[in-house]
């Protein structure tokens, strides 16, 4: 895990910026996992490699602000 010089856990923003009607399930289902609930909604999460695979995943649904 990446930590900061304060022993905190290193942040990402991520906003869901497009729906996931139509998409595989699967797609769907990583989108609840990360904690969306509703589109446009923009989400702290800690910065870590299975975080960043399953926003990989759905990259071309969400966005990574910071």
């Not at 923003?13 to 797609?27: D, L, M, Y």
């Amino acid at each position: 895990m990446k930590k900061m010089e304060n022993g905190m856990e290193k942040k990402m923003t991520v906003r869901w910026k497009k729906s996931a009607i139509g998409r595989p399930e699967n797609q769907k289902k990583i989108i609840k996992a990360l904690g969306f609930r509703r589109l446009n909604q923009t989400l702290t999460l800690p910065d870590r490699p299975e975080i960043r695979g399953m926003v990989n995943h759905v990259s071309h649904l969400v966005e990574v602000i910071d």
